[in-house]
């Protein structure tokens, strides 16, 4: 979503790229006519008055300033990594993280102009990434599990709170950044209040819990 226009939405497709929502829905324009790649693996946006636009895609990954109207491309080695998940840091638009399906993790510090490899990886693709900002990062790893990076993402460490969640999803409280929500394949969404030290099942009057997601 665009954070300073409120009836904004962005949306990235697996093989038509990204798309723009304005009024509320209403209308959809394509905003990727000039990206390589039109499969889109993630999206994330800054916040504030002049948003930055990421996109994970089959390519690495494609940086927006201006909306969406037009893109700049970035890779980290001269045959592009396949971007499989990116993040932003609410506290800071110069922060984002990105993952790729050989498992590494990368940032940048000054909003997209460069990134540097912060953590090798376990050789298992990064399925998601959310930033807590003030406190750590979580990655959740093919095949489920998640982890947790209390140094800008240097080092990642398994939850063990969260073991055998299987998780495919991970969302922080953007009120309350040390509270962070999992959603899992087959047992429902999760809630830690302590960082991620601690989870508890908040399924409430949830029937259908398999393969959940959250927004």
Same mark, same amino acid.
């Given at each position: 979503?665009?954070?300073?226009? &409120?009836? #904004? ?6 093989? &038509? /790229? +990204?798309?723009?929502?304005? /009024? ?14 039109? *499969? =889109?693996?993630? =999206?994330?946006? @800054? $916040? /504030? ?11 690495? +990954? ?10 700049? $491309?970035?890779?980290?080695?001269? @045959?592009?990594?396949?971007? @499989?998940? !990116? ?7 110069? #922060? ?29 693709? =990064?399925?998601? !990434? ?22 800008? %993402? ?9 073991? %055998?969640?299987?998780? &495919?999803?991970? +969302? !922080?409280?953007?009120?309350?950044? *040390?509270?962070?929500? +999992?959603? &899992? ?8 209040? @302590?960082?991620?030290?601690? *989870? ?8 259908? =819990? *398999?393969?959940?997601?959250?927004m």
């Amino acid at each position: 979503s665009q954070p300073s226009m &409120t009836d #904004v939405r962005y949306v990235g497709a697996e093989r &038509t /790229g +990204v798309w723009k929502a304005s /009024g509320y829905g209403s209308e959809w324009e394509k905003k990727s006519s000039d990206m390589v790649p039109t *499969w =889109i693996n993630d =999206i994330a946006q @800054t $916040t /504030g008055d002049n948003p930055i636009l990421y996109t994970a895609t089959t390519s690495g +990954v494609y940086i927006s300033n201006n909306n969406g109207s037009s893109w700049n $491309t970035y890779s980290d080695t001269a @045959t592009p990594r396949q971007a @499989t998940s !990116i993040a932003t840091n609410s506290a800071s638009n110069l #922060v984002a993280y990105y993952g790729t399906d050989a498992g590494e993790i990368y940032a940048t510090f000054d909003g997209g102009e460069s990134f540097s490899l912060q953590w090798a990886g376990n050789g298992k693709p =990064i399925k998601d !990434i959310a930033v807590a900002p003030w406190f750590n990062i979580y990655a959740i790893t093919e095949g489920g599990q998640l982890l947790s990076s209390s140094d800008s %993402g240097s080092n990642f460490f398994p939850l063990e709170g969260a073991t %055998g969640l299987n998780a &495919t999803q991970v +969302v !922080i409280d953007p009120t309350k950044p *040390w509270v962070a929500y +999992v959603s &899992t394949a087959d047992n429902g969404i999760f809630k830690t209040s @302590t960082r991620g030290i601690e *989870w508890e099942e908040v399924n409430l009057s949830l029937i259908h =819990i *398999w393969r959940t997601r959250l927004m």
